[in-house]
Nanobody
């Protein structure tokens, strides 16, 4: 099992920036990829960004391309999400997740961190 703990959420004005962190512990050697997901009130959870743990290949949802950057520090077993030019639609609970294979599901999840963007 992999344990994940997010941090860095908060309240920010539109146009501002936040950086989320997700620290992994446990069987971190089993991680194939990590991702950030978010869920806004009344909406389904959606993928925001994903990163391959070994080679660093990234994927972004269209809604965040050019504004968000996912990165990882393998030595610290930590993945980051730098969020710039935040808008009201980015308000959500953000979750970090990990999966153990290319075709596997994300089966380790953090507790989530609230990001609120105000006008």
């Amino acid at each position: 099992q992999v344990q994940l703990v997010e941090s860095g959420g908060g309240l920010v004005q539109a146009g501002g920036s936040l950086r989320l962190s997700c620290a992994a512990s446990g069987r971190t050697f089993s991680i194939y990829a990590m991702g950030w997901f978010r869920q806004a009130p009344g909406k389904e959870r959606e993928s925001v960004a994903q990163i391959n743990w070994s080679i660093g290949r990234t994927y972004y949802a269209d809604s965040v391309k050019g504004r968000f950057t996912i990165s990882r520090d393998n030595a610290k077993n930590t993945v980051y999400l730098q969020m710039n030019s935040l808008n009201l639609e980015d308000t959500a609970v953000y979750y970090c997740a990990a999966r153990r294979s290319r075709l596997g599901e994300y089966d380790s999840w953090g507790q989530g961190t609230q990001v609120t963007v105000s006008s």
